[in-house]
């Protein structure tokens, strides 16, 4: 019997690169790994392109379904599969928006079943794109509620942040280990970050003076 696909769950406010990463990402995994790598684009803007139109509340649930569907089905047929975005989304928005927490128990579960979750941080600018954005000014309370949900409910999870390949290489060493586990050849990804790894300098969070660091630019707000 082969074994289940990896899938990695790309989380976080809306305008935060998560679809640039999630193709980046399954470019760089599938070139570096040879694994079978594809990612699943995000079901809501597919929805929103297809009515012209944004979700009412009880067409929630359904979105949320097909995002599951869309990630079972590539899982099918891949080693390793990146979705942009996760149900967690919608039941986010469904809270945010409609005040309905209907939606999260069942998307905090298939969240806690995907391998890796990374957090697309708040580092980029806001830009309009599509009929699903509201605008930067919900950016850092939906951030909050992600972490928040995340942290109280028991998934791990993993910032991304910077700009360019940096981000790629960011995503690259969270989810090194996962990868480590699915296929011990990997044509030298993991040479190459143990490399970089060595080369960064330790530090603490709360102590941090850079001032590109995500957290400390939402300190300085």
Known sequence: MAEPALVIGIVGAESTGKT??????AERIGVDTGLRTTWVPEQLRLWCDARQRTPRPEEQAGIAALQRAAV??????????ITDTTPLMTAV??????????????????????????????????????????GPHVREPIDDLIRHLLS??????????????????QALDAVAPALRALSPSTRGLFTQ????????????????????CEHAMRRAT
Do not use: M
């Open 20 to 25: 640039a990463l999630a193709a980046s990402l």
């Open 72 to 81: 079972e089905a590539a899982a099918a047929a891949h080693d390793v599969v």
């Open 93 to 134: 928005y469904s809270r945010k928006l409609f005040g309905d927490d209907s939606l999260l128990a069942e998307a905090l579960a298939w969240q806690r079943s995907c391998a890796v979750t990374l957090l697309t941080a708040l580092d980029l600018p806001w830009v309009p794109d599509g009929l699903q954005r509201d």
């Open 152 to 169: 109280t409910h028991g998934v791990p999870w993993s910032l991304v942040a910077g700009f360019g390949d940096l981000r790629v290489q």
């Open 193 to 212: 970050l143990a490399t970089r790894n060595a080369q960064q300098r330790p530090w603490i969070c709360v102590d941090c003076d850079d001032p590109d």
